[in-house]
């Protein structure tokens, strides 16, 4: 059962601080998407790559947040330094060219 | 840029059908989607359909495409309590989907 991975669940920490979040997209797609998701913004686009390559990340505060694909199985977004308004639901989604996007379970982003 | 837009709220009964709307701008887009996510989920495909395509139907799932009028919709049949969640409709555009706000479906008892 081929499934988009996050890892960490959940992160709790404090302003300033350094976070980084993983993904591993399904085996065979070219396409990885960070979406940030929170109440008062709803869903929104911070960069995307096609293999491997970042195609667009006008959606990512460009002072803080850095997005990376190291391989093809592993795609990262890190917030140096992180600020409170960073809390937020995290997703990643991987599709096979311009098909649908698979979603992953989100990392839950909380800076205090 | 493309405008993509859902009723934030639709309040339903048990057993009823459930109706979600979404209106578009831009035409351009060939496969249009429906997601769902559920509290404290990831977004999981439902369904999508095809632009030259008028009607898809997959068990209690008829998605309609109305391209005249710019206008997709989801209806949901029989609405059973599992079916509580935010529905978001989604259009394909290079590469990227441009996401609507979502639909929270609301089940009444």
């Known amino acids: 059962d081929a499934r988009v991975t996050q890892t960490p669940r959940h992160k709790v920490t404090e302003m300033g601080q350094e976070v980084t979040m993983r993904c591993q997209p399904i085996l065979g797609h070219n396409t990885v998407f960070w979406y940030r998701q929170t109440m008062m913004q709803g869903l929104e686009l911070l960069a995307y790559?096609?293999?491997?390559?970042?195609?667009?990340d006008s959606g990512m505060p460009k002072d803080r947040f850095s997005a990376e694909m190291p391989d093809a199985t592993l795609a990262t977004l890190k917030i140096q330094p992180s600020e409170p308004r960073d809390s937020a639901v995290y997703f990643c989604a991987s599709a096979s060219g311009r098909y649908e996007q698979y979603f992953g379970p989100g990392t839950r982003l909380t800076v205090t | 840029g493309e405008d993509v837009e859902q009723s934030l709220f639709l309040s339903v009964r048990e057993g009823d059908s459930s109706v979600i709307n979404c209106t578009y701008t831009?035409?351009?887009?060939?496969?249009l989607y429906w997601y769902k996510q559920e509290p404290g989920a990831g977004l999981q495909l439902l369904t999508y359909i095809f632009s030259n395509m008028d009607m898809k139907q997959d068990q209690r799932l008829t998605v309609l495409l109305n391209k005249k009028d710019k206008h997709l919709s989801l209806r949901i049949a029989d609405t059973q309590t599992g079916d509580s969640a935010i529905y978001f409709c989604a259009l394909d555009r290079n590469y990227q989907l441009i996401w609507g706000a979502g639909t929270k479906l609301i089940i009444k008892p």
């Open positions: 831009d035409s351009s887009s060939t496969y």
């Open positions: 790559f096609r293999n491997r390559a970042p195609l667009d």
